[in-house]
């Protein structure tokens, strides 16, 4: 087994335990029928984002070398990256329609682009391609304005914004521009 199978189990584990979780809490909010737009929003871009995630995450299948640093940064990285679905469905939680961990959540998305930006720049692929930093600090800089601005209309465009840009990222700019 190699550094890289070994740990590609665990960080998979992580994500894994993501999508359980993201599935478990939206099945419950769905049975109760409290399954809100600005949720339901953030559980397709949550649910893109692992996949997207954990597919991104075999670019690292060629490294040879591993330091204790890089696989910390990743399993912190997968951590944050768990502690998203979490915070969109809080264990032990009644259904309810309304998020009332969105800050929480809009932090989680803040920390997951400097994580996220911290292992690509790691992997040396932080300018490729050329408009990856862009891509991740608008989401920052969308998840800060979400934090300050309390309007939930304001709050529903931009759930419906984040699960829009990724599921567009994922299935066609990834497939035509990279």
Not at 49 to 75: H, I, K, P, Y
Not at 133 to 160: D, E, M, W
């Amino acid at each position: 087994m190699t550094t890289f199978e070994f740990i590609s189990v665990f960080i998979s584990i992580i994500f894994g335990l993501s999508l359980a979780h993201l599935l478990t809490g939206a099945m419950h909010n769905l049975f109760h029928r409290k399954l809100g737009f600005e949720r339901g929003a953030y559980l397709l871009f949550l649910t893109v984002l692992v996949l997207a995630q954990w597919w991104t995450f075999f670019r690292w299948r060629n490294v040879e070398v591993w330091s204790f640093d890089a696989f910390s940064l990743l399993v912190i990285w997968a951590l944050n990256i768990f502690a998203m679905p979490v915070a969109l469905y809080p264990p032990g939680e009644e259904a309810h329609d309304t998020l009332t961990h969105r800050r929480t959540l809009l932090i989680l998305m803040i920390a997951m682009c400097v994580f996220d930006a911290a292992q690509t720049a790691l992997l040396g692929d932080l300018f490729k391609p050329w408009y990856y930093l862009l891509f991740v600090g608008h989401y920052a800089a969308l998840a800060t304005l979400a934090i300050l601005i309390q309007n939930s209309r304001f709050h529903k465009v931009v759930a419906a914004y984040f699960a829009f840009s990724i599921v567009t990222w994922a299935f066609l700019v990834r497939r035509f521009l990279t």
